[in-house]
């Protein structure tokens, strides 16, 4: 059973960082793209970040571009995002998800993880 598993996530404030991860278990990550979705509260689900499979290929929400890095380890089965200089707005639960095919919508993944809340506030 493909099972995914962030962590990483807490409370910082403004102008912090904090570098999630996503761990496979069940299956070889390498086989999927990997994306990462937040949703803040009172708001839809939102697409952050895709890497490919091999990790030659990613892209970012306008939101967090300059900001974030999406990375992979395949050898460790897990997947980063690297958040630097954090705002209030990006306070949400990050999901990472599993899918086929490159793209910041959620309906290309069918395999997800339970979320990590992430607060910035000062």
């Known amino acids: 059973q493909l099972q995914l598993v962030e962590s990483g996530g807490g409370l910082v404030q403004p102008g912090g960082s904090l570098r999630l991860s996503c761990a496979a278990s069940?299956?070889?990550?390498?086989?999927?793209?990997i994306g990462w979705f937040r949703r803040a509260p009172g708001k839809e689900r939102e697409g952050v970040s895709y890497i490919s499979h091999s990790g030659g290929n990613t892209n970012y929400a306008d939101s967090v571009k300059g900001r974030f890095t999406i990375s992979r380890d395949n050898a460790k089965n897990t997947v980063f995002l690297q958040m630097n200089n954090l705002k209030p707005e990006d306070t949400a639960i990050y999901y990472c998800a599993a899918g086929q095919y490159f793209g910041l919508d959620s309906r290309l993944y069918n395999s997800w993880g339970q979320g990590t809340q992430v607060t910035i506030s000062s």
């Open positions: 069940g299956f070889t990550l390498d086989y999927y793209v």
